[in-house]
């Protein structure tokens, strides 16, 4: 088969396409012919060194990615929830190895969902880390509830778009920042509020966020913390939170997480469903798998509205 490896993690390092034999899967895995695959901030962060490096450096060659959708070909002893020829997507062995950039991937089926029969393989891989993230931080960590005010950052990002649809099907009132070119697309999604990030000071407009989902890596920290009321909560996403930053929302009597995203099949049935029925609608960047190089430099960019996506042939 087909793959992408990577032999160090660093800046320098070029995305390798090799041949390898097809994984071997394990009682409780089931074979994916992958049809398409989505890339993450993760995958780029992890490729230079950081994101979960340190996890995989025992474990050179790399090969990157964790979203998947494709075909099952072939099922383990143990697996009863699927059959070979079923479409599946979810995200795969996350935040250990998940080998996604390849034709064939050894899934664990606990990760898995089937896919709408409605919904492409390229919408269905983009629905996998973003939107779990979205959804695990604001029922599982934030506890999100109806009629609760959500300020979500960096809201037409890949994990920020999803939020928003999220957070609205939950019943929240959702506050999304951005830069004003995205301000039209983040109302239509159902946003009820914009804040453009270039002209506008969020803490200036907002005082009594009960949760706010922060995907962006480098900020005024302070500011976001302002927005927040007292006893409510603050999320951060893409890194950790410093001990300084960690004092300045104990000060302000606002609890402070970071928070990592796990694989989880129960929660991409959820999606699959959600997805299904259109309230989720992921926003595609679209590439073939030759043009891997191509999709990670988008992704360093920072700029992407949704998700980006590579189509396997």
Known sequence: MK??????FNESEKLTYVELPVPVIKADEVLVQVKALSVNPVDVQTHRGTGIAGRLKDQLPVILGWDISGVITAVGDDVKEFKVGDEVFGMVNFPGHGKAYA???AAPAAHLALK????SHEAAAAT???ALTAYQALLHQGKLGKGQKLLITAAAGGVGHFAVQIAKQLGAYVIGTSSAANKDYILSIGADEHIDYKSQQEDEIIKDADLVMDNVRSQDFAATIRTVKKGGTYIKIPNG????MQQLAKENDVNAFFYLVQSNGADMKVLADWLGKGILKPNLNLYDFSQMELAHQQQLEGRTRGKIVVSIK
């Open 3 to 8: 793959a992408i490896i990577i032999n160090g």
């Open 103 to 105: 034709e064939y991937v």
């Open 116 to 119: 709408p029969a409605n919904v």
């Open 128 to 130: 996998t880390l973003a």
């Open 241 to 244: 939170i410093p001990e300084p």
